[in-house]
């Protein structure tokens, strides 16, 4: 069974920035041969999509309020996809999930799968 493990969250100040990592592992899985993305829900809220990157990285898509601060790359010699954040502000306060992606392109939680357990980031003003 796949596994995802989101890491690198943490409490900080309006303007910081994090790096969030997803390792992935499994019996089957082939962490280079699937493209990956990254959610995220806030409470109360709907999950959200947040970026994507094709299984090579050479192809990467974001939501429109995250362009420009966030980039999303990946390793696949260590199983590792990452989420640099900068300029973080309150709005991305939210659990930040990693999933595989089925359907590049899309933005809609359908088309991805084996979520990982989120990591929670937490952004004062």
């Known amino acids: 069974q796949v596994q995802l493990v989101e890491s690198g969250g943490g409490l900080v100040e309006a303007g910081d920035s994090l790096r969030l990592s997803c390792a992935a592992s499994?019996?089957?899985?082939?962490?280079?041969?699937?493209?990956m993305g990254w959610f995220r829900q806030a409470p109360g809220k709907e999950r959200e999509f947040v970026a994507a990157?094709?299984?090579?990285?050479?192809?990467?898509y974001y939501a429109d309020s995250v362009k420009g601060r966030f980039t999303i790359s990946r390793d696949n010699a260590k199983n590792t996809m990452y989420l640099q954040m900068n300029s973080l502000e309150p709005e991305d306060t939210a659990v930040y999930f990693c999933a595989r992606c089925f359907v590049l392109g899309s933005t809609n939680q359908r088309d991805f799968a084996s979520w990982g357990q989120g990591t929670q980031v937490t952004v004062s003003s």
């Open positions: 990157i094709s299984w090579s990285g050479g192809y990467t």
């Open positions: 499994g019996r089957t899985f082939r962490f280079s041969s699937d493209s």
